[in-house]
């Protein structure tokens, strides 16, 4: 099995930056790619961004490019850093991996902008 522990949520104003944080423990060699989604109440899970062990990324153009999916293979982290975030940014954010084993899901956590 695959464990995903998110940190770095928080609440932030309109146009600061936040780092969102993942790390994998298990059979982290099983991965194949890790990623971000996102669910804002009312509306449907989401993909951020993810990225493949070997670091191609991908990310819908509906983010604009202001995040920028990266990992450390060495720390089994995967980062999301966020910018120039809105209000509409606000959401649930939760990490997933996809493996060999199956698909892992985090717990979640929370990012809140105000204006």
């Known amino acids: 099995q695959v464990q995903l522990v998110e940190s770095g949520g928080g609440l932030v104003q309109a146009g600061a930056p936040l780092r969102l944080s993942c790390a994998a423990s298990?059979?982290?060699?099983?991965?194949?790619?890790t990623g971000w989604y996102r669910q804002a109440p009312g509306r449907r899970r989401e993909l951020v961004a993810h990225?493949?062990?070997?670091?191609?990324?991908t990310s819908p153009d509906s983010m604009e490019g202001r995040f920028t999916i990266a990992r450390d293979n060495a720390q089994n982290t995967v980062y999301l850093p966020m910018n120039s975030l809105k209000p509409e940014d606000t959401a649930v954010y939760y990490c997933?991996?996809?493996?060999?084993?199956?698909?892992?899901w985090g717990q979640g956590t929370q990012v809140t902008v105000s204006l």
């Open positions: 997933h991996a996809l493996s060999s084993l199956g698909n892992f």
């Open positions: 298990g059979r982290t060699v099983s991965i194949v790619r």
């Open positions: 990225i493949t062990m070997d670091g191609s990324t």
